[in-house]
């Protein structure tokens, strides 16, 4: 079956634009994370939903970050008037709700000029 | 403050030889550990997990070790394989379905 997905793979930004990267969960996952891994990091927590809960958005490093997730699938990560640090991986996970496992997609390569 | 830390940035091992890669916690909390293994240009992928209950949890030539009390989990690769080497990421959560923190991770490399 059909793993998460994520688009676009790559996306050059001037600073100062807006970017929206996209994810694809696994068909009936539940749960959906986003993460982010800065150069010579770790993977960086930013937000997770779950089924029709509100999203624990803890991990946004801004007010610029924001996610959305319509219909209990696709979700729309969007960063507002990029910043050269936000350059990094943007990974999207999903897991059935109960379960820990975090299935991942390939990220997006995120590079503000 | 890191909770999940990895010191080793790297490891390089002899085929056949044992991967000994470990991770420590801070925090008591954590209820459920994973380690996961990720090839350049793609995205981490699941490998073998733990939970707070346990303290050993094997998967053919995967085990992985938790010590409580140290605050300590290790992942034993035995026989290692050039296929291998990889980033190995340990991430812990304090309950299943919430997010994981991780480690900034260890290079694995294995030689022939």
């Known amino acids: 079956g059909a793993g998460v997905s994520q688009s676009p793979s790559n996306k050059v930004t001037e600073k100062g634009k807006d970017v929206e990267l996209r994810c694809d969960p696994i068909?009936?996952?539940?749960?959906l994370y986003w993460y982010r891994q800065s150069l010579g990091q770790g993977l960086e927590f930013l937000i997770y939903?779950?089924?029709?809960?509100?999203?624990?958005k803890s991990g946004l490093p801004s007010d610029r970050f924001s996610a959305e997730r319509t219909g209990g699938s696709v979700s729309t990560l969007t960063i507002q008037r990029t910043q050269q640090e936000d350059s990094a991986v943007y990974l999207c996970a999903s897991s059935l709700s109960i379960l820990n496992e975090q299935f991942f997609g390939p990220g997006t390569r995120l590079t503000v000029l | 403050d890191q909770q999940v830390k990895q010191n080793s940035p790297s490891l390089s091992v002899q085929e056949g030889r044992i991967s000994i890669l470990n991770c420590d916690y801070t925090n008591s909390m954590f209820d459920y550990f994973l380690w996961y293994k990720k090839y350049p240009a793609e995205g981490p992928t699941f490998l073998i997990s733990i939970s707070s209950i346990k303290d050993k949890n094997e998967d053919g030539r995967f085990t992985v070790f938790l010590n409580k009390s140290a605050k300590h989990l290790s992942l034993h690769i035995v026989p290692s394989q050039p296929g291998d080497s990889a980033v190995y990421f340990c991430?812990?959560?304090?309950?299943?379905?919430?997010?994981?923190?991780f480690g900034k991770g260890t290079t694995l490399s294995v030689s022939s």
């Open positions: 991430a812990a959560s304090e309950k299943a379905g919430t997010a994981l923190i």
């Open positions: 068909s009936g996952h539940t749960a």
């Open positions: 939903f779950q089924g029709n809960s509100a999203p624990d």
